[in-house]
């Protein structure tokens, strides 16, 4: 029922920029839900990447990405945005977004998201 379509993914060069986009088909997707990002690398388990509450607007971001990625929303195009900079080649994954629902699980956790996209690539080469 819900679809969410992420894009933007590209191959660009380490510190380049990139924008994701994690777009719904109306607002009610998002209205009193949370949007995360999520990453998997070839051969290794999907891992978070940052979370952001739609009604308040609290961010959430992993370690590895703290600083140097940005979290935002677009209430009336119903998208949500990661903002990427200084891209290191440790970034190369396929990007997901996913609505959060539960809130009692950590934002990291998995359990906490009932709808996925299907995934952006980024690549980011040296």
């Known amino acids: 029922q819900v679809q969410l379509v992420e894009s933007g993914g590209g191959l660009v060069q380490v510190g380049d920029s990139l924008r994701l986009s994690c777009a719904a088909a109306s607002g009610r997707t998002f209205s009193n839900f949370g949007v995360g990002w999520f990453r998997q690398a070839p051969g290794k388990e999907r891992e978070f990447v940052a979370v952001?509450?739609?009604?308040?607007?609290?961010?959430t971001y992993a370690d590895s990405v703290k600083g140097r990625f940005t979290v935002s929303k677009d209430n009336a195009k119903h998208t949500v945005y990661l903002q990427m900079n200084s891209l290191k080649t440790g970034d190369t994954a396929v990007y997901y977004c996913?609505?959060?629902?539960?809130?009692?699980?950590?934002?990291?956790?998995?359990?906490?998201?009932?709808?996925w996209g299907q995934g952006t690539q980024v690549t980011v080469s040296s």
């Open positions: 952001i509450n739609w009604n308040i607007g609290r961010t």
């Open positions: 996913a609505r959060r629902y539960r809130y009692y699980y950590p934002a990291s956790d998995e359990r906490e998201y009932d709808y």
